[in-house]
């Protein structure tokens, strides 16, 4: 039997058309109204074709799950219904009803938003395990908002009146009404195409009927006016509802909220992020990366290439993370916005949106790479596995720890996103083209590619250990391409097939192909080598965080002067994540780190069971996504051994 093995160039793969779009892995061709135009080279798998085996992931997956199965409808919804004055309330009526407070309270002008949210996570969800719970709580949630809909009238649909959108037009001071806007349309789209709500498609159309009626009078000086405000994503929602449906009207709506002042300077490639709010910025790109796949604007994929890019060179810390209080700022002085308001979630989730679309562009290991570090590092560790409340920010400060959300009080954005990503972790472990299937992360799992007749199934303890063994299913003998990434940060890769070691010639960096006809009970066992390394920041030396393979470890430096040994947001707050007082203690404030930097393991020792190390001074390293409830260290203050 023949086996070949090979470096993929990646420029010589499948250039077809693809009709599946990568925004929405697996969804049913017969949904997609307009073809993409744009050539990929590779597709993900639907989250409906890839399961979760045991792991970490399923156990965030299960915990995330329990917390949205545990939110009411009726109180989801209060703010719908009073702003549109229906109320079809349980035993009692309104007043009776306990209202959700904090950014879903009737006060807060991003109301709304975390029902978008969640009607997206619920439809994740459901794709993601196969549980008809979460269909119904999604189809409960699309059922009444179409009854406010109608109450409305215009198509018009919202927590908060359209006095919020008119202000917007007027250049008046307002929260952010089309960002939730947003996250209602994705919300309804997801519904759709995830868990086949005809009816939800329906109400996105008339919302979007409504917002061409509303925006097409105005004129250029209001259009830009107006933009001045966050509105997040929704042109990416005008332009996935206009593949959807192709009507011109809504790609007009996407067109229309076009930021000149944003884009413009990327197309020039001038990395002229200043101190802009980045978690608004990012959509904005994502909004181009879907108008160069339905049009092939070549301009709209050089803009998105040269934003990832920057962001992941230049504006990213050593969990994949990217901001500080929300906001870019000067990278020059990188060191000296290790403060304890960086890393806000919602960034890396678009940018793990905006990495898998250049994947399917064309595949490189080093947007797989970038994906597997925010994925692990931050994402993962963004869930406190006790509660399953999650954080806004990542904090870099020495001696901060991760602040958590409040079960009914908090839900910011940073929650509604959170519903989402713990529950879409399958969605980019294997992707395929007519060539072959690709493995890109090392997770529990197992993939069914019927179009084959083949299954797949991962087992690894990744990445506690080294080794990730595939074992193959298939209906009948099946020639193909298995495509291993071999990672950036990984030793010498040992790959073997039925326990024959196979010579792999290739670099980190690359993929591995693996031709041949695979039958039934087939396996190919992988090894991955891990080492400690250190990476410091661009603008000091003497400040590093250590990293095993591709995962953030930080010291664990205990509670002493903690407000509360779990500790949580305040409920009475609204943004309390962006003043929390840490209260470090001075003896804290500064971690030393004495370490020979290009052999730190010297430095170190292993510590038996899990993933742990043990510094010379004694303080104790785990992966950050494992250190919760406490004081950690991410980047060191490094001195030499």
Partial sequence: MKRIIKVIVLLCLCTGYLQAQSVYPGRSEEKMKVEMQAPVQVRSFGLKEVRLLPSRFRENMMCDSAWMVSIEVNRLLHSFRTMAGVWAGREGGYESLKKYGGWESLDCELRGHTTGHLLSAYALMY?????????????????????????????????????????????????????????????????YVHADNRQALEMAEKMGRWAYDKLKPLDEETRRRMLRNEFGGVNEAFYNLYALTADERYRWLAQFFYHNDVIDPLKENRDDLGTKHTNTFIPKILAEARN????????????????????????????????????????????????????????TYNMLKLSRHLFCWQPDVRVADYYERALYNHILGQQDPETGMVCYFLPMLTGAHKVYSTKENSFWCCVGSGFENHAKYAEAIYYHNAEGIYVNLFIP??????????????????????????????????????????????????VTVNGKRISVRQKPGTYVAIEREWKEGDRVEVTCPMELRIETTPDDPSRGALLYGPIVLAGELGTEGMQHPAPYSNPELRNDYYTYDYRIPESLKRAVLRVDARHPAGSLERVEGGLKFRTKEGIVVSPLYEVHRQRYVVYWNLEDF
């Fill in 292 to 347: 160069y796949e339905l049009t092939g604007s070549k301009e709209s994929r050089a803009v998105a290439d040269f934003f990832w890019h920057t962001m992941v060179d230049h504006h990213t810390f050593a969990p994949g993370c990217s901001s500080q209080k929300e906001h870019f700022f000067d990278t020059k002085k990188f060191s000296h916005f290790l403060n304890g308001y960086t890393g806000e979630t919602c960034c």
């Fill in 445 to 494: 799992s197992e993939v069914d590619w019927r179009e084959k007749g083949m299954t797949i199934r991962q087992e690894t303890a990744f990445p506690a250990g080294e080794q990730a063994t595939f074992t193959v299913s298939v209906e009948r003998p099946v020639r193909t391409t298995l495509f291993l990434r071999y990672p950036s940060w990984s030793g010498k890769m040992k």
């Fill in 127 to 191: 794709a993601s395990t196969g549980s008809e719970v979460f269909r119904l709580k999604g189809d409960s949630i699309v059922s009444e908002l179409a009854k406010v809909q109608e109450v409305l009238g215009s198509g018009y649909l919202s927590a908060f009146p359209e006095n919020l959108i008119n202000r917007n037009i007027r250049g008046e001071s307002v929260w952010a009404p089309w960002y939730t806007l947003h996250k209602l349309l994705a919300g309804l789209m997801d519904q």
